[in-house]
């Protein structure tokens, strides 16, 4: 979830920070530190953060009987 109250705070979908690659953040703050480090200056920006994609169903143990009517 996005928007959920309780975000773990990591400068990777910080507002202050901009990724530059290689596991690193630019922080306004703290300068270059890796993605995953946390201060106290973080801001939350739901846009940086790439949601988890849902898993795909399992067709394969179905068969053609199972589609019709």
């Known amino acids: 979830m996005l928007f ?3 975000i773990d705070p990591r400068c990777a979908y910080c507002e202050r ?3 530059i690659g290689g596991g690193e953040v630019v922080c306004v ?3 270059v530190v890796p ?3 946390q201060c106290r200056h973080f801001v939350y920006d739901p ?3 790439a949601p988890v994609s849902p898993k ?6 179905l068969e ?3 589609f019709t009517l």
């Open 17 to 19: 920070g901009s990724d």
């Open 4 to 6: 959920r109250n309780n």
């Open 56 to 61: 795909l169903p399992d067709f394969s143990r």
């Open 64 to 66: 053609d009987e199972d």
């Open 35 to 37: 993605e995953g480090y």
């Open 47 to 49: 846009f940086k953060r």
């Open 29 to 31: 703050k703290r300068g």
